[in-house]
């Protein structure tokens, strides 16, 4: 089982940035992306953006397209997602999730069986 370490959350104001960081807790042999997903009061949950290391690339929702950046230090096996110009309607706990997924899936929950305990981000008007 991978265990997976989220930190970087809190509260913002309307156009300023966040970053969440990812840790899993060992390499595994089956897993090769990390992505973030998100679900606010009432919402089900969302794709948000996904990194993965194997070929299936990088991918992100349109709602976060040009602002959000997701990125991974190789060697402290770290993936990052930095959060630029958040709006309110950003705000949601944040899912950090490892898993392999095919590129054609990359934005499915199903995809990825390892899970964080989230971490809450606040953005006010």
């Known amino acids: 089982q991978v265990q997976l370490t989220e930190s970087g959350g809190g509260l913002v104001q309307a156009g300023g940035s966040l970053r969440l960081s990812c840790a899993p807790s060992?390499?595994?042999?089956?897993?090769?992306?990390v992505g973030w997903f998100r679900q606010a009061p009432g919402k089900e949950r969302e794709f948000v953006a996904t990194?993965?290391?194997?070929?299936?690339?990088?991918a992100y929702a349109d709602s976060v397209k040009g602002r959000f950046t997701i990125s991974r230090d190789g060697a402290k096996n770290t993936v990052y997602l930095q959060m630029d110009n958040l709006k309110p309607e950003d705000t949601a706990i944040y899912y950090c999730?490892?898993?392999?997924?095919?590129?054609?899936?990359?934005?499915?929950?199903?995809?990825?069986?390892?899970w964080g305990q989230g971490t809450q981000v606040t953005v006010s008007s």
């Open positions: 999730a490892a898993g392999n997924p095919i590129a054609s899936q990359l934005r499915s929950h199903q995809q990825y069986p390892h």
């Open positions: 060992r390499r595994a042999s089956n897993v090769y992306a």
């Open positions: 990194y993965s290391w194997r070929g299936a690339g990088i």
